[in-house]
């Protein structure tokens, strides 16, 4: 593979980011802590990189969305590759909520979610636009799935229902820890995510019929 100069230099500069931001927002780095944190000296890095702070946050996020996106892609893949027709609601919601506990056992992968979460709530409008412009197609994709699993519900409620059913499982998962000291019959992480199955696929279950 050809070498692309400066990679290693940019890859360090986004890992490192990740839990900072996580823990600080990205106004509370500067690039000072950065480049101490990831062992730069060129003060320029970021800046030659990335152009600033917040372009640094964009491709931190675009990278750990991909790697959620991907992981939806490829169970969803696999189920529909059986005959079910309409894909079963319970299927559609292991695609949505897996991919992100098995981020959540994985090295350092509480750090990416819990970034995640922040940029989704503390980073305004241009977080948000980044985090849409990466899911648009697999979310386009679930909505769709979720209707034909529910048709009675009508499409409206399929969008806004998967819309809150990866916005819960990201928070959720990213605040695992919380368990150990809420007053829960089960500090089991195994029985925690079946829970959350059953709630999620349970809130897109669930409809009042709205008039308006």
Do not use: C
Request: charged share 25%; net charge neutral.
């Amino acid at each position: 593979m050809e070498h692309v100069p400066g990679t290693a230099t940019k890859d360090r500069l986004i890992a490192t980011a990740i839990p900072l931001f996580a823990r600080h927002g990205v106004e509370g780095v500067s690039v000072r802590m950065l480049n101490k944190e990831a062992g730069v000296s060129s003060q320029n890095a970021v800046y030659q990189h990335f152009g600033d702070m917040w372009g640094l946050m964009e491709a931190a996020l675009t990278l750990t969305l991909s790697e959620i996106r991907e992981g939806v892609e490829g169970l969803l893949d696999g189920a529909e590759s059986s005959d079910a027709d309409p894909l079963p609601l319970s299927e559609v919601v292991q695609a949505i909520v897996r991919p992100i506990t098995r981020i959540a056992v994985s090295k350092s992968g509480m750090e990416r979610l819990q970034f995640i979460a922040r940029m989704i709530g503390g980073s305004g409008p241009r977080g948000k636009e980044v985090v849409a412009r990466e899911w648009r197609s697999v979310a386009l994709r679930v909505n769709e799935l979720v209707y034909r699993a529910l048709p009675e519900n009508g499409r409206e409620a399929a969008g806004v229902k998967t819309l809150f059913a990866f916005n819960t499982a990201i928070n959720v998962v990213a605040d695992m820890g919380l368990e150990a000291y809420w007053p829960l019959e089960t500090k089991s992480i195994k029985r925690i995510d079946h829970y959350l199955l059953d709630y999620i696929e349970g809130g897109i279950r669930f409809t009042s019929n709205p008039k308006t």
